[in-house]
């Protein structure tokens, strides 16, 4: 009787079909294993099937980085996983500046660098010092995937005052994964008083950020694309007198991969969506969660996620996770620290590595440049 | 005489419901199966509608395939079509859509568990050959499960490999990745 062996295409698609922890514990089954699950080629088959399977939030506060499955029901705090932050360093909060497929751009606290992260296998590389000094107060920040070059790239604006009529003087720049290199890039206008948050949303290989323009008066969307690398503007919904006041927009999210506005009044939080990108008459109106049964101040309500059921998931006062029940009304489900500051993000579990960007010298253990 | 007589009859009756084509496995064991279920067998179904066949020999010997396995194969086959139906019939109503699929899956939950790690695999030989692209899809999902936490002993059991690392690159191995080695079922 021959032993029956499974043709290898057969044993990628099982490979394939194995969770983050699976496959790094079975690397160590053969060479031939090794090889197979750490293939560039494998890594994106998997990641593309694990994009079609719940997520995790991940949730950075002063209690530390702690991650949650996406699949409702939640359950309690106890289903929070507690995260090794291999890079960390005692007392240094790391803070979540951005998340694009499975990787995390983080930084250490108070300003002692720049990383990118890949939570579910701990691969992480440090990124070298921005060439300019952002020093100066970060206004905005953005991380996202560049598919026309396969390239992971980290938007940084900041500026410092400077002592003369000017008043502030603003930097901006690039940073490449495959380059492992930064790059000035050009503002010819300074919005650091315009944006209402700094950080850029990812949506259709741009990142995107909803600023109040003073004059005259009205918000606008800019987009940074990725491949391009320059600035666009995307409109915003168009102003129908006729219609009902809606509530003014407050912030700009990606919630099911579509560009969203969130706007707040004092019962409902409203949702509009960009159903075609860049189409400004496609802004319409999702849906509206109702708060006001619930003690809340809505202003510390942040929309984080939609699952594909239509309910909102947020964050409120950076302590807990609430959630939009299907009835549309808001409730609370997990707390998780008691501090205000937190960030939080949402990721995949893949095998992604950032070491596999920008050529063999990456391929070493990078734990020496952390000391 | 008398025989060709009974004989004719049966087939004509057998025609007139539904129409079977008999697989003969490498074992001696014969199947009568629907014409239904056996053309989920991509390679029948390429044999007869690729070649313009005519269901005249309806009797076709599978080299590589065994009756247990075969059985099994046709057990599921029928099941999926079933489901299928049912699904098909309940669509729009929500309540029943789910009652399908739980149905469903408490079929393939059973199905699955009943199958030992060799039989699995015997499977899975067998639907690979007879290209049965949702068979293969619900097996190999079951390995997937059955394997996601178990130990690396147990796996290179599993698909029978050997240990081609020495001694310290495994260390190696689990030393920089101890915490994907933890909470693993013992074997």
Same mark, same amino acid.
């Given at each position: 009787?021959?032993?029956?062996?499974?043709?290898?295409?057969?044993?990628?698609?099982?490979?394939?079909?194995?969770?983050?922890?699976?496959?790094?514990?079975?690397?160590?089954?053969?060479?031939?294993?090794?090889?197979?699950?750490?293939?560039?080629?494998?890594?994106?088959?998997?990641?593309?099937?694990?994009?079609?399977?719940?997520?995790?939030?991940?949730?950075?506060?002063?209690?530390?980085?702690?991650?949650?499955?996406?699949?409702?029901?939640?359950?309690?705090?106890?289903?929070?996983?507690?995260?090794?932050?291999?890079?960390?360093?005692?007392?240094?909060?790391?803070?979540?500046?951005?998340?694009?497929?499975?990787?995390?751009?983080?930084?250490?606290?108070?300003?002692?660098?720049?990383?990118?992260?890949?939570?579910?296998?701990?691969?992480?590389?440090?990124?070298?010092?921005?060439?300019?000094?952002?020093?100066?107060?970060?206004?905005?920040?953005?991380?996202?995937?560049?598919?026309?070059?396969?390239?992971?790239?980290?938007?940084?604006?900041?500026?410092?005052?400077?002592?003369?009529?000017?008043?502030?003087?603003?930097?901006?720049?690039?940073?490449?994964?495959?380059?492992?290199?930064?790059?000035?890039?050009?503002?010819?206008?300074?919005?650091?008083?315009?944006?209402?948050?700094?950080?850029?949303?990812?949506?259709?290989?741009?990142?995107?950020?909803?600023?109040?323009?003073?004059?005259?008066?009205?918000?606008?969307?800019?987009?940074?694309?990725?491949?391009?690398?320059?600035?666009?503007?995307?409109?915003?919904?168009?102003?129908?007198?006729?219609?009902?006041?809606?509530?003014?927009?407050?912030?700009?999210?990606?919630?099911?991969?579509?560009?969203?506005?969130?706007?707040?009044?004092?019962?409902?939080?409203?949702?509009?969506?960009?159903?075609?990108?860049?189409?400004?008459?496609?802004?319409?109106?999702?849906?509206?969660?109702?708060?006001?049964?619930?003690?809340?101040?809505?202003?510390?309500?942040?929309?984080?996620?939609?699952?594909?059921?239509?309910?909102?998931?947020?964050?409120?006062?950076?302590?807990?996770?609430?959630?939009?029940?299907?009835?549309?009304?808001?409730?609370?489900?997990?707390?998780?620290?008691?501090?205000?500051?937190?960030?939080?993000?949402?990721?995949?579990?893949?095998?992604?590595?950032?070491?596999?960007?920008?050529?063999?010298?990456?391929?070493?253990?990078?734990?020496?440049?952390?000391? | 005489?008398?025989?060709?007589?009974?004989?004719?009859?049966?087939?004509?009756?057998?025609?007139?419901?539904?129409?079977?084509?008999?697989?003969?496995?490498?074992?001696?064991?014969?199947?009568?199966?629907?014409?239904?279920?056996?053309?989920?067998?991509?390679?029948?179904?390429?044999?007869?509608?690729?070649?313009?066949?005519?269901?005249?020999?309806?009797?076709?010997?599978?080299?590589?395939? $065994?009756? !247990?396995? =075969?059985?099994?194969?046709?057990?599921?086959?029928?099941?999926? *079509?079933? @489901?299928?139906?049912? #699904?098909? %019939?309940?669509?729009?109503?929500?309540?029943?859509?789910?009652?399908?699929?739980?149905?469903?899956?408490?079929?393939?939950?059973?199905?699955?568990?009943?199958?030992?790690?060799?039989?699995? $695999?015997? !499977?899975? =030989?067998?639907?690979?050959?007879?290209?049965?692209?949702?068979? *293969?899809? @619900?097996?190999?999902? #079951?390995? %997937?499960?059955?394997?996601?936490?178990?130990?690396?002993?147990?796996?290179?059991?599993?698909?029978?490999?050997?240990?081609?690392?020495?001694?310290?690159?495994?260390?190696?191995?689990?030393?920089?990745?101890?915490?994907?080695?933890?909470?693993?079922?013992?074997?």
């Amino acid at each position: 009787m021959t032993s029956n062996y499974l043709p290898e295409q057969v044993v990628v698609e099982i490979l394939l079909r194995l969770p983050v922890k699976s496959l790094i514990r079975f690397r160590c089954v053969s060479k031939r294993w090794r090889s197979l699950i750490s293939d560039p080629g494998f890594t994106k088959s998997q990641f593309r099937l694990a994009s079609e399977h719940p997520e995790r939030f991940l949730i950075s506060s002063s209690s530390g980085i702690r991650s949650l499955g996406c699949d409702l029901p939640f359950g309690d705090s106890s289903a929070l996983k507690e995260l090794v932050v291999p890079f960390q360093r005692n007392c240094l909060r790391v803070r979540i500046i951005g998340s694009c497929n499975g990787l995390v751009f983080v930084a250490l606290h108070p300003h002692k660098g720049f990383y990118i992260w890949n939570p579910s296998t701990g691969d992480h590389r440090k990124l070298p010092d921005p060439g300019a000094p952002l020093r100066g107060f970060i206004y905005w920040h953005g991380f996202g995937y560049d598919s026309s070059t396969d390239d992971y790239k980290l938007i940084v604006a900041s500026y410092r005052l400077v002592k003369n009529d000017s008043g502030r003087s603003s930097e901006g720049e690039v940073f490449s994964l495959n380059k492992n290199s930064w790059k000035g890039i050009l503002h010819d206008l300074d919005y650091s008083d315009g944006a209402k948050e700094p950080a850029g949303i990812l949506c259709n290989g741009s990142l995107h950020w909803h600023l109040k323009v003073s004059e005259p008066a009205r918000d606008e969307i800019y987009a940074f694309d990725l491949a391009e690398e320059k600035f666009h503007e995307i409109p915003m919904p168009i102003q129908e007198d006729e219609h009902p006041r809606r509530a003014p927009f407050s912030s700009l999210r990606n919630l099911g991969g579509c560009l969203c506005l969130v706007g707040y009044t004092r019962t409902h939080i409203d949702l509009w969506r960009m159903m075609e990108y860049g189409i400004g008459e496609s802004w319409a109106p999702m849906f509206r969660v109702a708060y006001s049964h619930v003690k809340v101040y809505r202003y510390h309500l942040n929309p984080l996620w939609l699952s594909r059921g239509g309910q909102l998931v947020l964050i409120y006062a950076g302590k807990e996770l609430m959630i939009s029940t299907p009835e549309g009304e808001i409730e609370h489900v997990v707390a998780f620290s008691d501090s205000l500051t937190c960030e939080a993000a949402v990721f995949v579990e893949s095998l992604i590595s950032p070491n596999h960007y920008g050529g063999d010298e990456r391929q070493r253990l990078l734990c020496d440049e952390d000391r | 005489m008398a025989d060709d007589g009974v004989n004719t009859k049966v087939e004509a009756v057998s025609k007139a419901t539904t129409e079977t084509i008999e697989l003969r496995t490498e074992d001696g064991g014969v199947f009568d199966v629907d014409k239904p279920v056996a053309m989920e067998f991509l390679i029948l179904k390429s044999f007869y509608e690729d070649e313009g066949r005519v269901f005249d020999k309806t009797s076709i010997r599978l080299p590589n395939v $065994k009756q !247990l396995e =075969l059985s099994k194969v046709i057990e599921y086959c029928t099941r999926a *079509l079933e @489901f299928g139906a049912k #699904s098909a %019939a309940a669509a729009g109503d929500k309540d029943a859509e789910r009652m399908v699929r739980q149905e469903r899956e408490g079929f393939e939950a059973e199905f699955v568990d009943e199958l030992s790690n060799e039989m699995l $695999k015997e !499977l899975i =030989l067998a639907v690979n050959f007879l290209d049965i692209k949702e068979m *293969l899809d @619900f097996l190999i999902r #079951s390995v %997937a499960n059955r394997i996601r936490n178990r130990s690396v002993a147990y796996v290179r059991q599993f698909f029978d490999i050997e240990n081609d690392f020495t001694p310290q690159e495994e260390d190696q191995i689990h030393q920089e990745n101890a915490w994907a080695f933890e909470g693993v079922d013992a074997d």
